[in-house]
């Protein structure tokens, strides 16, 4: 692991947290880390069976080959990937969409869980992990241990209980409660509506907050027990939060009006903006209490993605990697039927690959609690840096 300490990046926000300590990995870094893990554990496999007391030699014991290693992701659409069909946002109308829409095949075999190929998981897997992604667009907590997240589909933890009967889980990637909270009802009362959700919703929001960390706790507990039942106790939980989705208000590159309510992707007011914001922060600091109470591993994502939301003023439309933004806009021309609110808001390739990025520098650190952040204007999804969350 290479660890240097660092002061933070410079933000505007002043509400941005104080870090310390920060994780930079380059990829030719991460690979010489990896390198140095796999031979370590290759030599431990070759320690040589110690001989019985008696004086004929020791016969060794046959043991059943090892399981393949497994990242499994499990919860709701922004671990499952849900908006991975787009590599940035566009305007055309017509054809790929500047090159942004991968298509539906993007989202694999998952049907209606919209699993994407690129998910976090599959950036964040270590090298001979398998990525299994059991998580699903649209997932309550209740369908982690209660019932299944779709007719089709048994609860998470059977599905979980499957996998290890043929694989060696080795983290587990949770992220889970924002449709407790009614994040779909949010954006289908306040997009394209330019009102004040916040007096509407607010009083909603702290009435489920509550309820939503309790259940999350039993949910933890659940996925816990039926890894003990497993019989694996090797194994690491790290729950993930929500990253804001959209720029303040001051940050959006189109001003508040008739011009941002037409331009497409932006359909969003500045009082909306800031109680999006402000649901995001208030997660993130829930969470945190859920993974310590339970003693799993916590990622805050929330200011990940800061100056890379849709319509942020240092982004534009596009595939860049360097200048595209990481999240889906509110593009109704584009988005029919249920995708519209489906994927909109949710982390696009480029958003995927970032939390991947923030993921898989998780797992060389070690514990945290850990807050992680891009490296600013121009900078990839590749650039994630990670620190102490303090």
């Not at 007096?199 to 702290?206: A, K, N």
Request: aromatic share 8%.
């Amino acid at each position: 692991m290479y660890v240097r300490s660092a002061t933070q990046p410079t933000r505007k926000d002043p509400m941005l947290p104080r870090t310390s300590q920060m994780f930079d990995r380059g990829r030719e870094k991460r690979s010489r880390t990896r390198v140095r893990v796999l031979v370590g554990a290759l030599a431990m496999s070759l320690v040589p069976i110690a001989a019985g007391s008696g004086t004929e030699a020791a016969v060794p014991a046959v043991s059943a080959p090892a399981k393949p290693a497994a990242i499994v992701a499990m919860g709701d659409s922004f671990i499952s990937g849900e908006a991975g069909r787009w590599r940035g946002n566009s305007h055309q109308r017509r054809g790929d969409h500047e090159g942004t829409d991968l298509g539906r095949e993007a989202y694999g075999p998952g049907g209606r869980c919209h699993r994407a190929i690129a998910s976090p998981i599959t950036t964040a897997a270590p090298p001979g992990a398998v990525p299994i992604n059991l998580a699903c667009s649209g997932a309550l907590v209740q369908h982690i241990d209660r019932i299944g997240p779709v007719p089709e589909l048994p609860r998470q933890i059977d599905q979980l209980r499957q996998v290890t009967q043929s694989f060696d889980v080795q983290t587990i990637a949770l992220s889970i409660g924002g449709n407790d909270l009614g994040f779909e009802e949010m954006l289908r009362t306040c997009v394209f509506s330019f009102g004040d959700c916040s007096r509407r919703l607010d009083p909603l929001v702290e009435q489920r907050i509550t309820p939503t960390t309790q259940q999350m706790i039993l949910a933890v507990s659940a996925i816990q027990q039926t890894m003990r039942d497993a019989g694996d106790s090797d194994y690491r939980i790290v729950l993930i939060s929500y990253p804001k989705f959209t720029p303040a208000g001051a940050d959006n590159r189109v001003s508040e009006g008739l011009g941002r309510r037409l331009t497409g992707g932006c359909a969003v007011g500045n009082s909306d903006s800031a109680f999006f914001r402000y649901v995001v922060d208030r997660i993130a600091r829930e969470w945190a209490t859920v993974a310590r109470r339970t003693g799993i591993e916590y990622l805050d994502m929330s200011w990940a993605f800061e100056g890379k939301q849709m319509c942020a003023k240092d982004v534009r439309y596009g595939s860049s990697r360097t200048q595209g933004e990481w999240t889906r806009g509110t593009i109704r021309w584009q988005n029919r039927g249920d995708d519209l609110y489906q994927e909109m808001f949710h982390p696009n390739v480029f958003g995927q690959e970032a939390i991947g990025d923030c993921l898989g520098q998780v797992l060389q650190a070690g514990r945290g609690p850990f807050i992680c952040l891009n490296s600013g204007r121009n900078s990839t999804p590749s650039d994630m840096v990670l620190y102490y969350r303090t």
